[in-house]
């Protein structure tokens, strides 16, 4: 059975850190990149970062590059996302989701690509809660 789990959200404070897992399993192919999303009340979901589980390249938006690193142990093993100098606007729902299909290529080379494209994701996961107050 697919599961996406994340973990290590929960409640923390303006300039506070804190890492994200997501721990993936049940697959019986490899996967091509795992995203981080994040959905805040009454907001679109918004994408984060991507890595490839096949070179480790890696991809930010704007709204995460310079705070926010994703990084894993190895392939198609679990993913993380070190979030630091936390803000109350970054009170969202974080997920992971899966690229299966090979669309998504996790490199600034390929940012007209659009990596982050929620519909490029197969998989998705419940989502953990992040509270950032002030």
């Known amino acids: 059975q697919v599961q996406l789990v994340e973990s290590g959200g929960g409640s923390v404070h303006t300039g506070d850190s804190t890492r994200l897992s997501c721990s993936v399993s049940g697959f019986t192919s490899n996967y091509h990149a795992i995203g981080w999303f994040r959905q805040a009340p009454g907001e679109e979901r918004e994408g984060l970062s991507c890595?490839?589980?096949?070179?480790?390249?890696?991809y930010y938006s704007g709204s995460a590059k310079g705070r926010f690193t994703v990084s894993r142990v190895n392939a198609n093993g679990t993913v993380y996302l070190q979030m630091n100098n936390l803000k109350p606007e970054d009170t969202a729902v974080y997920y992971c989701?899966?690229?299966?299909?090979?669309?998504?290529?996790?490199?600034?080379?390929?940012?007209?690509?659009?990596?982050?494209?929620?519909?490029?994701?197969?998989?998705w996961g419940q989502g953990t809660q992040v509270t950032v107050s002030s």
């Open positions: 989701a899966v690229d299966r299909a090979g669309g998504v290529y996790c490199n600034d080379r390929y940012a007209y690509l659009n990596p982050l494209h929620i519909d490029k994701y197969d998989w």
């Open positions: 890595i490839s589980s096949t070179d480790g390249s890696t």
